[in-house]
């Protein structure tokens, strides 16, 4: 008989749970379900940003130049006449591409980093733990400044630093929760008859970490998101004429600002919306999913 | 103590080479050469002499190892960072000039961050589950989310449209007028220190609602003494040291703000210095203000574990 099917299978969620997740969650959490609402309308914002704009994002209009709110341009224009709406916009998109590409990436590096060495543990973990910690003992904006100025900035340059920055960061979370479920009494089971790491650490361990690994890469989107936009503010993240939610508070737009106060206003609530919903979301979900993790963050 | 304290200081070592090494590598490969920026800058005719003179000068002509360790040499025998490649001053210099700067704004806005955060996350554990409870904690996660830049910008912009009040520009350092040099930063350390409290804030109230289940809490209940008493010095003295090592992992996040808050108040400090640096590839102070930045991390983190000896007499260091 093969190793395989005298294992005993590892607990898993059921199929249809998600519509049950959800009921619970509006039931129990409904501060964190709003926030998942306004999550999923910033996705859709996002994903349907060309359907959604009224104008393009770097459609310049000169008879229009800093005109406040109105009908025609809810969110006002700014100093070249473009409609800030549909900047606000497409800046959901960018930060629905970040966002997302940072935190899989990010999660993907840290369950793998976490999950190797949590399982093996002796020297691999020491030395890779030595090396999580000096890394995180060096402030992070200072870091990405340093490596930003030497790839350059774009955003795939971002997408690649940011997800490289939050997976070694976040590996610690996972490899915690690695060391929990290693010694549950299924992993040893499926050691004795002679399951192979890579067969344990994919059918066992990746699993039962499932609920922790939702919940940091709920709260990576949010945090992307924000990093991104404090890199493109500092004029280091992505380029103009992009229009990221960071980098319209900053540069040549800041000179017009006390003309058109809403120039400030709007992308930073936006920003602001967006990751308390998703910190919120995140919460919840840890609540729910995770209760050993509550209080972390 | 003394014994932990060496051994401590014994392991920074290894850990700062290492950094060294890397920082020094990485900012090696910023694109765009310093000399062509130099060159193009001070209108040099470019040809190839002058620019080997200029290298030369700068000791850019030597091989990358000789260069790291020259540098990482100066540094330990006698703290010396090198010479910025613009000013041609000691990025030294620079360093004792700005850091006090950045000092200033960091301790200020931690300051202000523990007074905020610390009283409130006590209020809101012995209140629990009241309206005062869910009002400060739904703070606390709104200014979680609050880009520190974003309300940076709008204390410039909405006070200067409606009262006509905009930050002073003029810098004072803190030597010159200590009163003054504090007033003018504190707009920034209170942007900073809000941002900051809020995680401080729910580790407290997390902390302090362990703390007041335990059964020496009820045990002074119990003896009758007053809230005050039994909440502060038997509950959050003892609630204190989760909070202390949070803070401790707050350093670099502190750090992080004050790059933007120099930035948007223009507050001549190590984040500016940086910045500036970075977009002028001067090498010698991008890596000096990495390594001072990561040898105070660090040093702070080491009297973040000394202090659990003042908070706890349990804890003791061998």
């Given at each position: 008989m093969s190793a395989a099917a005298l294992e005993p299978a590892a607990p898993a969620l059921p199929r249809n749970a998600l519509l049950r997740f959800l009921w619970r969650?509006?039931?129990?959490?409904?501060?964190?379900?709003?926030?998942?609402?306004?999550?999923?309308?910033?996705?859709?914002?996002?994903?349907?940003?060309?359907?959604?704009?009224?104008?393009?994002?770097?459609?310049?209009?000169?008879?229009?130049?800093?005109?406040?709110?109105?009908?025609?341009?809810?969110?006002?224009?700014?100093?070249?006449?473009?409609?800030?709406?549909?900047?606000?916009?497409?800046?959901?998109?960018?930060?629905?591409?970040?966002?997302?590409?940072?935190?899989?990436?990010?999660?993907?590096?840290?369950?793998?980093?976490?999950?190797?060495?949590?399982?093996?543990?002796?020297?691999?973990?020491?030395?890779?733990?030595?090396?999580?910690?000096?890394w995180m003992s060096f402030p992070d904006l200072v870091i990405l400044i340093v490596v930003v100025s030497v790839v350059g900035p774009g955003t795939p340059q971002i997408i690649v630093i940011l997800g490289l920055f939050f997976g070694i960061g976040g590996s610690r979370i996972?490899?915690?929760?690695?060391?929990?479920?290693?010694?549950?009494?299924?992993?040893?089971?499926?050691?004795?008859?002679?399951?192979?790491?890579?067969?344990?650490?994919?059918?066992?361990?990746?699993?039962?970490?499932l609920p922790p690994v939702i919940v940091l890469f709920t709260?990576?989107?949010?945090?992307?998101?924000?990093?991104?936009?404090g890199l493109s503010f500092l004029g280091i993240g992505v380029p103009p004429p992009a229009p990221t939610w960071g980098g319209m508070l900053s540069g040549s737009g800041r000179t017009f600002m006390y003309q058109a106060p809403w120039l400030a206003l709007m992308p930073?609530?936006?920003?602001?919306?967006?990751?308390?919903?998703?910190?919120?979301?995140?919460?919840?979900?840890?609540d729910l999913l995770d209760p050993r993790m509550r209080g972390s963050r | 103590m003394q014994a932990y304290i060496i051994r401590r200081l014994l392991i920074l070592i290894p850990t700062l080479l290492f950094a060294s090494l890397i920082v020094f590598s990485v900012v090696r490969m910023i694109p765009g050469d310093v000399i062509d920026l130099m060159m193009s800058q001070n209108d040099i005719a470019a040809d190839k002499k002058s620019r080997e003179q200029l290298q030369a000068a700068l000791g850019l002509?030597?091989?990358?190892?000789?260069q790291y360790l020259r540098w990482i040499g100066g540094i330990a025998l006698q703290g010396d960072f090198g010479r910025s490649l613009w000013q041609n001053t000691p990025v030294t210099e620079q360093l004792a000039q700005r850091?006090?700067?950045?000092?200033?704004?960091?301790l200020f806005a931690l300051?202000?961050?523990?007074?905020?955060?610390?009283?409130?996350?006590?209020?809101?554990?012995?209140?629990?589950?009241?309206?005062?409870?869910?009002v400060t904690r739904s703070i606390s996660l709104l200014m979680l989310a609050v880009p520190s830049f974003w309300l940076g910008t709008m204390v410039m912009v909405f006070p200067s449209i409606w009262w006509g009040w905009s930050p002073q520009v003029k810098f004072v350092p803190f030597g010159e007028d200590p009163a003054q040099s504090l007033v003018q930063m504190a707009v920034p350390a209170v942007i900073l220190g809000f941002a900051l409290s809020a995680v401080t804030m729910r580790m407290t109230r997390t902390m302090m609602l362990e703390v007041l289940r335990q059964d020496y809490i009820r045990t002074a209940w119990a003896k009758g003494l007053d809230e005050k008493?039994?909440?502060?010095?038997?509950?959050?003295?003892?609630?204190?040291?989760?909070?202390?090592?949070?803070?401790?992992?707050?350093?670099?996040?502190?750090?992080?703000?004050?790059v933007i808050m120099e930035q948007i108040f223009v507050i001549p400090g190590m984040g500016l210095l940086l910045l500036d640096a970075v977009s002028q590839r001067d090498y010698p102070i991008v890596t000096g203000v990495f390594m001072v930045v990561g040898l105070a991390v660090m040093l702070i983190n080491l009297l973040v574990d000394l202090s659990y000896g003042v908070l706890d007499p349990k804890v003791r260091y061998r």
């Open positions: 969650l509006f039931r129990t959490k409904p501060l964190g379900a709003v926030g998942g609402v306004i999550f999923a309308l910033f996705l859709f914002c996002g994903v349907f940003a060309d359907l959604l704009a009224p104008y393009g994002f770097n459609q310049i209009s000169p008879i229009n130049r800093l005109k406040p709110p109105s009908l025609q341009f809810p969110f006002g224009t700014d100093n070249l006449g473009r409609d800030l709406l549909s900047r606000c916009l497409y800046g959901a998109q960018l930060s629905v591409i970040i966002g997302f590409c940072v935190a899989i990436l990010g999660t993907a590096i840290s369950v793998l980093i976490g999950v190797v060495t949590g399982y093996l543990g002796g020297k691999v973990d020491l030395v890779a733990q030595r090396f999580v910690d000096a996972i490899r915690g929760a690695v060391v929990a479920v290693r010694e549950n009494m299924y992993v040893h089971a499926a050691q004795s008859v002679g399951a192979s790491t890579a067969r344990i650490l994919w059918r066992h361990i990746l699993p039962n970490v709260t990576r989107v949010g945090a992307a998101i924000l990093a991104e936009s930073g609530l936006c920003l602001t919306i967006v990751v308390y919903a998703i910190n919120v979301f995140g919460d919840a979900l840890r | 002509d030597q091989p990358m190892l000789v850091l006090p700067v950045t000092f200033e704004l960091g300051t202000i961050a523990l007074l905020v955060a610390i009283p409130i996350g006590v209020y809101s554990a012995i209140r629990q589950d009241t309206a005062g409870d869910y008493l039994v909440v502060l010095r038997h509950a959050l003295r003892n609630a204190l040291i989760p909070v202390v090592t949070l803070v401790g992992l707050q350093v670099p996040i502190l750090i992080g703000g004050t």
